[in-house]
């Protein structure tokens, strides 16, 4: 990968002319059958630019009580957009109900935020959106005006986990937001996919939250090769994965969740789980504990570095 930065034929991303930009951009188009791409530094702006697209002041956009875009994003679409979110619960799998979704869409009436958005996720805390679901939910929300939008930052490990192609499962979406930067293993970057009217509109948004970058074409290579060579290796994360919740499931107070890809979620007994953390980190095994502890399996995590952190677990609860 640095060996593909350092040969990237580059021009200035922000006048359009980055020829190693641009290649990847229609790449991404093809590859989820949308018409247009559009290259970002993050995930987070990469949904902010699509929600500010798809919405102005006023507007609503529903979402779920966990997704990404509302809890973790900073609150950008309210901040920087004006924005209103109409979060709904997820069910355990990561959907939002139907009936919620309908019910929580207001009518045209100056009482009310205008709804103009639906936005989902997958895959949601690494449970791949059930088949059906999404082609479901997007039906309901066009039939009663919404566009819709997927956070896809890891929809290729939904693709691996399901064997269908990103393109089928981004196809009800009327725009995707896909990350570089988690299990493919780029250093930086996400794009936006949609209608070419669609990604216009969000050029202009990205540039107005500062993303507008220059001989980006640096990165936009590093993407690239993680295109071309890391995507099937996916399935070794989501192995790995199974192998580390088997692992820290038998150990004395330890609840895992069974991961569907590459996330890990662990809930510890007795209020020990910081504890756990800290003696993790210690072993050179970093975890993060925001919603009990996560682990997350990635290309620069092998066989051996699962047991060891089993073992240093294990020897945790031995102490």
Not at 96 to 120: E, V
Not at 290 to 298: E, N, P
Not at 307 to 314: G, L, R, S, T, V
Request: proline share 5%.
């Amino acid at each position: 990968m640095r060996e593909a930065i350092a040969r990237a034929a580059v021009g200035d991303d922000v006048f359009g002319d980055d020829p190693t930009v641009n290649a990847l951009q229609e790449r991404v188009a093809a590859l989820l059958g949308k018409q247009a791409a559009l290259f970002m530094p993050s995930g987070t702006q990469s949904n902010l630019c699509g929600l500010l697209a798809h919405c102005g002041r006023g507007d609503e956009y529903i979402v779920g009580q966990l997704a990404h875009t509302y809890r973790y994003e900073g609150g950008g679409a309210a901040v920087l957009g004006s924005i209103q979110p109409q979060p709904l619960p997820n069910q355990p799998d990561g959907t939002i109900s139907l009936d919620d979704i309908a019910a929580a869409i207001k009518p045209d009436d100056p009482h009310f935020a205008r709804t103009r958005l639906l936005a989902l996720e997958n895959t949601w805390n690494g449970n791949v959106l059930p088949a059906g679901y999404a082609e479901a939910a997007c039906d309901l929300a066009r039939s009663r005006g919404l566009a819709t939008h997927l956070d896809g930052a890891r929809l290729f490990n939904a693709a691996v986990v399901t064997g269908r192609t990103v393109a089928a499962l981004a196809e009800p979406f009327d725009s995707v937001s896909v990350c570089f930067s988690k299990g493919l293993g780029a250093p930086v970057g996400s794009m936006l996919v949609g209608s070419a009217a669609l990604v216009a509109q969000a050029r202009r948004v990205r540039k107005m939250v500062g993303g507008g970058m220059r001989q980006v074409g640096l990165m936009a290579a590093a993407a690239d090769h993680a295109l071309t060579h890391h995507v099937d290796r996916l399935a070794d994360d989501h192995a790995l994965a199974r192998r580390l919740a088997t692992g820290l499931a038998a150990l004395p107070g330890v609840t895992v969740t069974p991961p569907q890809t590459n996330i890990v979620f662990v809930q510890v007994a007795d209020g020990r789980g910081p504890a756990l953390l800290v003696h993790l980190q210690a072993r050179g095994v970093l975890a993060t504990g925001l919603i009990g502890l996560r682990f997350v399996t990635h290309l620069d995590v092998d066989a051996a570095g699962i047991d060891h952190a089993i073992a240093a677990a294990a020897d945790f609860f031995k102490s």
